[in-house]
């Protein structure tokens, strides 16, 4: 079993809808959790953290949850720019101050006019 | 400001050859990384460096080795490249004091046949 799953896609939405993405990882002692974006052939880049309490940033909500071990990613209104790979990524247990990540392998979002 | 800068952005090898990718950061960052990304494979950690005159394999550093030249620079080097090398290559960056969040260059893109 993969340490950080992700449901590759592509999803395909119009502009204005609301899409989620769920992630799952296997480690139940995880420490951190991301979301990056990553553009076609582009470095990855930070989108957000993911913290306990969930946390919004603008159009994005991402939330956690630790019993079910997975965390969650919604955009409302998606907009063209929106397209992308989201990453979703975790910090696991016993990586001490390494900062060593672990990255799923990414969901593809197409959003269409 | 360039941030994580990577050389060269393409390379094709025969297998067999052998070839140094470069990394540098002017943030002055502590840590940096190595990664490889694959088509349906998250990024993989090669090797890391969690600070300078530090080096620790990561999850797939069979085949490669890095220098930590100082503390901008991180260099990973192929002695014989294969087949199974052809990869995306990202070098990543890292204050510790300022959280977990990777700062990525722009990329490698190597070919080996």
């Known amino acids: 079993r993969k340490e950080v799953e992700q449901d590759p896609g592509p999803f395909n939405v119009p502009e204005g809808a609301t899409v989620a993405f769920n992630c799952t990882y296997s480690?139940?002692?995880?420490?951190?959790f991301f979301w990056y974006r990553q553009d076609c052939r582009k470095e990855p880049k930070l989108l957000m953290s993911v913290y306990s309490s969930g946390n919004e940033d603008g159009r994005f909500t991402a939330q956690l949850n630790r019993a079910s071990q997975y965390i969650s990613l919604l955009i409302r209104d998606s907009k063209l720019s929106d397209s992308a790979t989201y990453l979703c990524v975790v910090n696991p247990s016993g990586s001490g101050n390494t900062g060593k990540l672990i990255f799923g392998q990414g969901t593809t979002l197409q959003v269409k006019p | 400001n360039a941030g994580v800068t990577q050389t060269p952005k393409f390379q094709v090898l025969k297998t067999g050859q052998s070839m140094t990718l470069q990394c540098a950061q002017d943030m002055n960052h502590n840590s940096m990384y190595w990664y490889r990304q694959d088509p349906g494979m998250g990024l993989r950690l090669i090797y890391y460096s969690a600070s300078e005159g530090t080096t620790d394999k990561g999850e797939v550093p069979n085949g490669y080795n890095v220098s930590r030249l100082n503390k901008r620079e991180f260099s990973l080097r192929l002695e014989s490249a294969a087949p199974s090398q052809t990869s995306v290559y990202f070098c990543a960056s890292r204050n510790p004091a300022r959280g977990r969040e990777q700062y990525f260059g722009p990329g490698t893109r190597l070919t080996v046949t």
């Open positions: 480690n139940s002692a995880s420490q951190s």
